[in-house]
């Protein structure tokens, strides 16, 4: 049996992406919970009325007659549907883009095809019209999504952004000083050292998805520093010394940009000489002991590949991990 990929365009092809994605939606774990939402807020709604809603809400969260929308779908030559692929413009990003990429906002083949090469088929749909806008393209994926994760790695994917979070308990973090380190609060006399170290590890976080010149990133990481120099008593830095004085590394924690209850660790620096040291461990002590006392509920980071530590160090310490925000890099 043959199978195309094709642009969506008709009634028809739009009529079978919505109802995939609703049948999707009630039978996966992760995604169960809008089904459940609208039932508890809906629930004399006969399941017809529930994919209304599904719908609905979906065409007034994006506006399917953008340019840089697309539905791609893969049928058989004998035209039964097997799958879709809906991508558009990302709607924010991240302080090291310098644009907006193309995301992948889901892709699902029908189980009864799945194991042809569809999926595959449907991101070479994307990625071909990602080129033709000459930007990168992205996509988040669940952690326990393996066979989707080995896919996009396999199609050159690579994982830039892991989102990490935890929830802040009464704990009393003790900051430990007998490993060899002092943590302190930042001083003036350091500031100039810490953000030459910030800047050096900014470009690298910039130069994962884009080719740029050092003054266009040092704009962009100026930008990044000045949330800190404009509100201070909302973030603070603290940085680690060795014995002899010497800066090991550095953490700035601060209230997040969409929740009050939230504390981001927005850098992360840790110098290579001490990241299989305490100092890592002390200084995410160290946020957590402030973002507690200054009544933070939850730490977050979004922990970028070029970050000096890995997820598996914030798992160890109680941080869940939901997923991962990849990148293949098209933009020439």
């Known amino acids: 049996m043959n199978y195309i990929a094709r642009r969506a365009q008709s009634k028809d092809d739009m009529d079978f992406f919505f109802k995939l994605s609703f049948d999707t939606m009630m039978a996966t774990e992760n995604r169960r919970n809008f089904y459940d939402e609208m039932i508890n807020k809906n629930p004399d709604a006969s399941d017809e009325e529930i994919f209304k809603l599904h719908r609905k809400e979906i065409e007034e969260y994006f506006d399917f007659t953008h340019p840089s929308a697309r539905v791609f779908v893969v049928e058989t030559n004998d035209e039964e549907y097997c799958g879709y692929l809906w991508m558009g413009l990302r ?4 302080i090291w883009d310098l644009e907006k990429s193309q995301w992948i906002y889901d892709v699902v083949v029908d189980p009864k095809f799945q194991g042809k090469g569809l999926g595959k088929m449907l991101l070479q749909q994307a ?5 033709e806008s000459n930007v990168n393209i992205g996509l988040f994926v669940h952690t326990d999504n393996t066979p989707a ?16 979070s935890k929830k802040l308990n009464t704990d009393d973090y ?13 001083q003036e006399i350091e500031s100039d050292i810490v953000q030459r170290m910030g800047f ?13 010149d050092d003054t266009t990133i040092r704009e962009r990481y100026e930008e990044h520093v000045s949330r800190y120099a404009t509100a201070p008593e909302k973030h603070q830095r603290f940085v680690a010394l060795t014995k002899n004085g010497e ?14 209850k939230v504390a981001m660790i927005y850098e992360l620096l840790v110098c290579n000489d001490y990241r299989n040291s305490m100092l890592s461990e002390m200084l995410t ?48």
């Open 91 to 94: 709607n924010s990003k991240d």
């Open 127 to 131: 990625e071909e019209f990602a080129r």
């Open 149 to 164: 994760i080995t896919l996009y790695k396999k199609m050159e994917y690579k994982i830039k952004v892991v989102p990490v």
């Open 174 to 186: 003790e900051i430990d000083i007998d490993h060899g380190f002092v943590v302190k609060r930042d």
């Open 200 to 212: 050096e590890r900014f470009k690298r976080k910039v130069r994962f998805s884009f080719d740029v």
């Open 247 to 260: 800066i090991a590394g550095s953490i700035w924690v601060g209230v997040s940009d969409f929740n009050e």
């Open 285 to 332: 002590n160290s946020t957590e002991k402030w973002a507690k006392n200054e009544g933070f509920s939850i730490m977050y980071i979004l922990l970028h590949s070029e970050d000096d530590l890995d997820a598996e160090f914030f798992e160890s310490k109680g941080y869940v991990v939901p997923g991962f925000f990849m990148e293949k890099r098209l933009k020439t």
